[in-house]
């Protein structure tokens, strides 16, 4: 490597981390898995991601994008600096995203006690890639020493598109079946990858489910990544939880076609099975 391409990848860590740097060595030898988000943007990733930050041995970054670094050719422990460092900078931030808190007083948020997992919530964005380019797949399993564990967050795919139109349409310059398309397009990918690495490291959270069932959501969740959910963290982690889910396809005009188009889709997914319209 260049000192030049060096000096590129250390300018990426703040100074208050680099001044760390070497005690964070060790803190990565305790490590037993990696965490990576798949699925779809606006589905919920972002409120998994941080429940799963403020607990003591996980650090999640936000949005960090694992598989950009991937192919830039970043090393495993280059790749877990910047996972810690993005943790830690988002908490400064207080975690406030599109006007909603996700900060969790009283605990570890940017922080960690004994780090057992490390990972990165993009979902969108690692479903994106590897339609992109799948051998990626097989490049983070090279470049990774730890066993790789997917979370796959799901919302009603209704919902969801609505959400998506709602606010990026504009941006991705698509109409409501482009949302459709774009959507089931993710539900594709996220069905080859858990068709390679199998479903015993593949966890799926339906969002809904999640809200109506929080303490059971949550502990099932860590314990998919072999950690314990301690009764405070649970109780914090709770508290920053809407009751229920919003219902946002109600925020925009479906027609009979688009809704028998996804419903018609909707079939074709296991993991989708139960989720209607009305």
């Not at 990626?136 to 990774?144: A, F, N, V, W």
Request: charged letters at 25%; proline letters at 3%.
């Amino acid at each position: 490597m260049s000192i030049n391409s060096q000096n590129k990848k250390q300018n990426q860590l703040s100074p208050e981390y680099l001044a760390k740097k070497d005690g964070y060595e060790k803190a990565f030898q305790d490590l037993e898995k990696f965490c990576i988000f798949i699925g779809y943007p606006r589905s919920g990733h972002s409120l998994v991601g941080s429940l799963l930050d403020a607990h003591p041995n996980i650090i999640i970054a936000h949005e960090l994008n694992v598989l950009h670094y991937i192919k830039q050719e970043y090393k495993q422990e280059e790749i877990y600096h910047l996972l810690l460092n993005n943790s830690q900078n988002y908490a400064k931030e207080n975690r406030i995203q599109n006007d909603y808190c996700y900060d969790i007083s009283n605990q570890w948020q940017g922080k960690f006690s004994t780090l057992k997992v490390i990972g990165d919530k993009k979902g969108g964005g690692t479903s994106r890639e590897l339609m992109a380019n799948f051998y990626l797949l097989e490049t983070l399993q090279q470049t990774i020493s730890q066993p790789i564990y997917f979370i796959h967050v799901i919302r009603n795919p209704y919902d969801n598109i609505s959400t998506i139109f709602i606010r990026d349409s504009n941006r991705l310059s698509m109409d409501l079946e482009g949302c459709i398309e774009l959507y089931f397009a993710r539900c594709k990918t996220v069905n080859k990858v858990r068709e390679t690495i199998g479903d015993n490291k593949f966890f799926h959270l339906r969002h809904e489910w999640m809200l109506n069932n929080p303490e059971v959501a949550l502990r099932e969740l860590c314990n998919f990544l072999g950690q314990q959910a301690e009764p405070g963290y649970l109780k914090d982690s709770v508290s920053i939880l809407y009751k229920s889910p919003q219902r946002t396809r109600e925020k925009v005009q479906w027609n009979a076609k688009a809704i028998d188009l996804v419903k018609k889709e909707i079939e074709r997914f296991d993991f989708l099975k139960g989720y209607s319209y009305f």
